[in-house]
């Protein structure tokens, strides 16, 4: 996984539990692209790959929010 776009130093301020879900997502998303490929049962990707990937969303969003802060 490359992160080129990503401005320097955001990564190391971001929380670990919120870095370890994003990773887990590209990842499922990774994985959906691979088996897609490989066996083309798209059924399958939606109900269960999908599903399981809106899981990380879902949780994500309902942790985590970025503010605004004014100095
Ligand atoms: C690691 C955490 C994380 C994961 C995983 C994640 N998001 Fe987000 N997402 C955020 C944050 C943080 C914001 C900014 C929301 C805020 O602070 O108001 C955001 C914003 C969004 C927005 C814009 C919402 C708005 O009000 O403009 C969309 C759309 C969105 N996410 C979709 C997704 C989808 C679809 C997935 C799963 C494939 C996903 N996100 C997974 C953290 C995450």
Redesign the pocket.
């Known amino acids: 996984m490359v992160f080129d776009h990503a401005p320097k130093g955001m990564l190391a301020s971001l929380p670990i539990g ?2 370890k ?2 990773f ?2 590209h990842d499922f ?1 990774d994985q959906i692209a691979d088996s897609i490929k490989g066996h083309q049962d798209y059924k399958q990707t939606q109900q269960q790959q999908l599903s399981h ?2 899981n ?2 879902v ?3 309902k942790v ?4 605004f802060v004014s100095n």
């Open positions: 919120f870095k879900l994003g887990a997502t998303f990937l809106l990380n969303c949780a994500c969003h985590y929010k970025i503010d």
